[in-house]
C-alpha cells in the first residue's frame, strides 16, 4: 500500500495521540524547516545546511560556486543523526561542527 507523505504524518500524529503524546499534524515540509532551523541554531554552516536541502542560490554567487559539501554534509548528517537519538534518550548534545582533517575532502586542483 503506497501512502503519501502528509497521509504517513497525520498517522503519526494520530498514533501518538493515542499514546498520551500530544503531537498536532505535521508535514514534510515541517520536518524540513525543524531541521533547517535546528542545524542553523547548532551552528552549522548555511552552506552545507541548504545543499543538503537541496535549494538552489540562485544569485551570482550560486553561479560561480558548484561546490556540492559532500563530505561536509555527510558529517553534518551523522551529527542530525547523533543529536536526535540523544533527545530522544533525554540527553543533551554538543554538536561537532567541524569536519576533521582526516576525513576532509582532498583537493585536487587537476581536473
Do not use: C
Amino acid at each position: 500500500m503506497h501512502r503519501s507523505p502528509n497521509r504517513v504524518t497525520s498517522a503519526i500524529a494520530e498514533r501518538a495521540g493515542k499514546g498520551d503524546l500530544p503531537l498536532e499534524p505535521f508535514t514534510v515540509h515541517d520536518l524540513r524547516r525543524t531541521a533547517s532551523t535546528l542545524l542553523h541554531e547548532m551552528g552549522f554552516n548555511s552552506d552545507w545546511i541548504e545543499k543538503g536541502l537541496a535549494h538552489e542560490e540562485r544569485s551570482s554567487r550560486g553561479v560561480y560556486n558548484k561546490a556540492e559539501f559532500e563530505t561536509q554534509r555527510r558529517h553534518m548528517a551523522q551529527e542530525w543523526s547523533n543529536a536526535v537519538d540523544a533527545w530522544e534518550a533525554g540527553r543533551a548534545y554538543t554538536p561537532v561542527l567541524t569536519v576533521s582533517e582526516v576525513s576532509a575532502p582532498r583537493f585536487d586542483p587537476k581536473f
